[in-house]
């Protein structure tokens, strides 16, 4: 048996030994910095953040706030931030949606929805995302100019200049106000409602109460409720607008993602004991009942981990918006680097971003996780 004093002694080695190895790295991150610095310096490039604040003198495709070519390096950046993470949250919820439809009709009983299911995933799992993509944005730019644009009962429009619909005429600060009143009372309904299909009539009842009340009392004098797009020239003016690159980017996230969302569903689903299905049909209830009240909330405790990294692999897929334009983070980053020279700044810049909404999906996925375990499993 060891002694006090060895285990003392292995202790010490053990905490000397960690100590070296953080002040190696340390030395090795210290000394590539200045390398780098002395390199940079001899080349004429000066390093730092200062670029932040000179004009960019270049413009991009899309933007979630008002943009000018005189807008500096640093208001530049966090709209490709705020586009990515746009793209990628509404990526991330619709191939969550599409991808629990696909994994169930994977495990459904009909085998006719199980081949088309099995033909989906094969399809898009196979191909690579940024080939989807970029197949799809050529698509959408062959489509008819705006006098020629597809209908839909003279209300949406589609053209090669992208997708023209109705939208409320809120200001941008209230639309994000209402989505994260609407996302804090979901959290709030799920932890209080007591059962699911309370939660969910809450929050779809608080989420509607929240839209109508911003419509309104924060709809700007002078305009209607509801602005709808109108042909004007060669161009549609008014209404929302959703560029042929969004679109793109969108659709081929959503539709790949999906595809192994799917995956992770079925393989959750399957994973519930057959015996409660019996148990809850022979209660009564219909297909969907047991789904909804029983397989879903059982498999949901499986599915969540995977679930996550998939959601995790969907925000860093934005990236693949490069190929075609759009105008997310690194698309901006990689413009930016080519403009100013700021290689280095500008990749840690990009990394950093990235990390903190990744650790934040993370964080989310971990508390979800948490909240959805058996009381006592485990401990």
Do not use: C
């Not at 208001?75 to 969550?96: C, E, M, P, Y």
């Not at 799920?190 to 699911?196: L, P």
């Not at 700021?342 to 990235?354: C, N, P």
């Amino acid at each position: 048996m060891l002694g006090w004093r060895d285990f003392h002694r292995m202790k010490a080695r053990e905490i000397a030994v960690q100590a070296g190895l953080v002040l190696l790295v340390l030395v090795i991150v210290i000394g590539s910095v200045r390398s780098a610095q002395v390199n940079l310096a001899t080349l004429g490039i000066t390093s730092g953040f200062s670029f932040l604040d000179r004009s960019t003198g270049w413009s991009y495709s899309f933007s979630l706030l008002e943009r000018s070519i005189d807008d500096p390096y640093a208001r530049t950046l966090l709209i490709g931030f705020l586009n990515t993470v746009f793209v990628g949250s509404i990526s991330i919820v619709l191939a969550t949606i599409l991808g629990f439809v696909i994994g169930t009709m994977r495990d459904n009983r009909n085998i006719g929805l199980q081949v088309i299911s099995s033909v989906y995933i094969q399809i898009f799992r196979n191909i690579p995302l940024i080939l989807q993509v970029v197949f799809l944005y050529a698509l959408l730019i062959h489509f008819p100019g705006p006098r020629q644009a597809y209908s839909i009962s003279d209300t949406v429009f589609m053209s090669n200049r992208g997708i023209m619909m109705p939208v409320l005429s809120l200001p941008l600060g209230a639309v994000a106000g209402v989505v994260l009143g609407s996302v804090l009372l979901g959290i709030g309904a799920a932890r209080h409602a007591g059962s699911t299909r309370r939660a969910l009539a809450v929050w779809l009842a608080g989420t509607v109460v929240l839209f109508v009340a911003a419509a309104i009392l924060l709809t700007p004098d002078g305009r209607d409720l509801v602005s709808y797009p109108e042909l004007k020239g060669l161009r549609f003016v008014g209404g929302l607008t959703l560029s042929v690159e969004l679109v793109a980017m969108i659709v081929g996230i959503v539709l790949y993602g999906a595809a192994y969302i799917g995956e992770v569903v079925r393989g959750g689903l399957a994973e519930v004991p057959r015996g409660l299905r019996e148990a809850g049909e022979s209660l009564g209830l219909g297909a969907f009942a047991v789904w909804w009240t029983i397989r879903v909330p059982m498999a949901l405790r499986s599915i969540i981990p995977p679930l996550g990294n998939q959601w995790i692999f969907i925000m860093k897929a934005t990236t693949v918006g490069v190929a075609i334009g759009f105008s997310d983070l690194f698309y901006i980053v990689s413009t930016s680097i080519t403009q100013s020279g700021q290689t280095l700044e500008l990749i840690a810049i990009l990394m950093g971003a990235f990390l903190l909404v990744n650790f934040a999906l993370a964080q989310a996925v971990n508390w979800l996780n948490a909240r959805l375990a058996l009381k006592g499993y485990g401990s």
